[in-house]
């Protein structure tokens, strides 16, 4: 009996320690590639050789719907320069929004299939860290 008590102490112990894991590696990597992206060190030279628009006024729109940001890149998607956007949504969800740096409009974000696939895993993983007893933020 004592055997057994054990090895259910052990299973447990690898799902604790290894949810929160597996949950820093979905939110890091389940988004686009981030192939493209330039540094913030180098972001202002490109900026302004290519008459682009500065990330504040795309992050205060973003604010301005409610939404919460997370992190702002600037990448080169088929030849032209966009913001990618992670934010925190009103029903809080993370989203990635992506916004044309020339002109500011928002031209597209994850598909919504790959949206809900995301959104599975990420719940999974919260519903499997408050069974057994992890506070997760």
Request: proline residues 3%; contains cysteine.
């Given at each position: 009996?004592?055997?057994?008590?054990?090895?259910?102490?052990?299973?447990?112990f690898?799902?604790?320690?290894?949810?929160?894991?597996?949950?820093?590696?979905?939110?890091?990597?389940?988004?686009?590639?981030m192939?493209?992206?330039?540094?913030?060190?180098?972001?202002?030279?490109?900026?302004?050789?290519?008459?682009?628009?500065?990330?504040?006024?795309?992050?205060?729109r973003?604010?301005?719907?409610?939404?919460?940001?997370?992190?702002?890149?600037?990448?080169?998607?088929?030849?032209?320069?966009?913001?990618?956007?992670t934010?925190?949504?009103?029903?809080?969800?993370?989203?990635?929004?992506v916004?044309?740096?020339?002109?500011?409009?928002?031209?597209g974000?994850?598909?919504?299939?790959?949206?809900?696939?995301?959104d599975?895993?990420?719940?999974?993983?919260?519903?499997?860290?408050r069974?057994?007893?992890?506070?997760?933020?």
């Open positions: 009996m004592r055997e057994s008590a054990t090895l259910e102490k052990s299973k447990y690898w799902v604790r320690a290894l949810t929160p894991v597996i949950f820093a590696v979905v939110l890091l990597y389940g988004g686009e590639a192939a493209g992206c330039v540094k913030w060190s180098n972001s202002p030279t490109i900026i302004k050789k290519n008459g682009l628009m500065k990330p504040g006024p795309v992050r205060a973003a604010i301005r719907r409610g939404e919460d940001v997370i992190s702002i890149d600037l990448c080169r998607r088929g030849g032209r320069y966009i913001y990618r956007l934010v925190l949504g009103k029903k809080k969800r993370v989203r990635d929004i916004v044309d740096a020339r002109s500011g409009k928002r031209i974000g994850r598909s919504g299939k790959r949206q809900k696939l995301e599975r895993i990420i719940n999974r993983v919260k519903r499997n860290l069974r057994h007893g992890i506070n997760y933020y």
